[in-house]
């Protein structure tokens, strides 16, 4: 991989065009993935927020699901925000009957934990130890439990509910940071991906 790493922004359904906007900025190649050979060409992925059923099912039509899944198992970089990090998860509450993830994080997470929209909030949290950051909730599920190896990378209130982890190379938030104008989590992201690269 070159010091530029090709991160793909899954293009079915979500806040596509922010997530591109926020990789650019950071440095890396960003690239829409609505089908298996663009999934193909890039080193990592991210999964953005939207509606997680209507991501899986659309997942599914475009004959994406299982290229995701192998992908992840094998060990692409992978990062999902909100309905991201539902998609990541490799055990949901609260989903509709029959509703898969892509998986790969060790972790039970909660859809709309935290309410509907009209209960969608802004909160300060601290991100993996870099400081404050400004937290865009929508919607927004929690994780309700983790296994040995996922990190807990930021807890909010209320009640301390673990909004971002980690395990391995992927990573996942509740929040929506493209929203923000704040990139640090695009970079802290982008860090993994290189790093990811160098190890191979």
């Excluded at 870099?130 to 040995?148: L, T």
């Excluded at 996922?150 to 929506?176: C, D, K, N, W, Y």
């Amino acid at each position: 991989m070159t010091s530029v790493p090709t991160i793909g922004v899954l293009a079915l359904q979500g806040d596509v065009r922010e997530h591109l906007r926020s990789l650019t900025a950071v440095g890396a190649r960003a690239l829409t993935v609505r089908r298996p050979d663009e999934l193909a060409e890039v080193d990592a992925l991210v999964v953005p927020g939207g509606e997680s059923t209507t991501m899986w099912k659309l997942a599914d039509a475009f004959e994406l699901l299982e290229p995701l899944r192998l992908r992840i198992k094998e060990g692409m970089p992978a990062y999902g925000s909100c309905a991201g990090m539902i998609m990541l998860a490799d055990r949901i509450e609260d989903g509709v009957t029959g509703q898969q993830t892509f998986g790969g994080i060790d972790m039970v997470v909660r859809r709309n934990a935290f309410g509907r929209q009209i209960d969608s909030f802004e909160s300060d949290v601290d991100f993996a130890g870099r400081g404050s950051f400004h937290a865009v909730f929508i919607r927004a599920p929690w994780v309700e439990s983790v296994g040995d190896d996922v990190e807990v990378l930021a807890t909010a209130e209320p009640g301390g509910r673990i909004v971002a982890v980690r395990q391995g190379p992927l990573l996942a938030t509740s929040f929506h940071p493209e929203l923000t104008g704040d990139d640090r989590v695009h970079a802290y992201f982008v860090e993994m991906v290189r790093k990811d690269g160098e190890e191979l």
